[in-house]
């Protein structure tokens, strides 16, 4: 359901429920499990899309150490991190 308001341009009822679910897989499954670090991906860009770009960065950095350690660096997923990553500091003006 958040990905389809998120979709429809209704951010501000995705962000509820993806945080909640992004809060409940890391309870069960752990900060640093695949599906949380790909959900906790997900919350950034989202907060990204939302101009919540401290947020947003805070989190990506988190999930690209996070990936770098479990998948490590060259992993597809690494690398989505750091690409994201690299592009919101640019937008925020961090070079």
């Not at 958040?2 to 890391?26: H, I």
């Not at 906790?40 to 770098?68: K, P, T």
Request: glycine letters at 8%; charged letters at 25%.
């Amino acid at each position: 359901l958040a990905s389809l308001f998120a979709k429809m341009g209704r951010r501000d009822e995705a962000e509820p429920l993806l945080r909640r679910a992004w809060e409940s897989r890391q309870a069960t499954l752990g900060p640093t499990h695949p599906d949380t670090l790909e959900l906790s991906h997900g919350l950034a860009a989202l907060l990204g899309d939302m101009g919540r770009h401290q947020e947003a960065e805070v989190l990506l950095q988190g999930v690209l150490e996070a990936r770098e350690t479990t998948l490590g660096p060259t992993h597809p997923d690494t690398l989505a991190s750091l690409i994201d990553l690299s592009a919101l500091l640019k937008l925020m003006g961090k070079y």
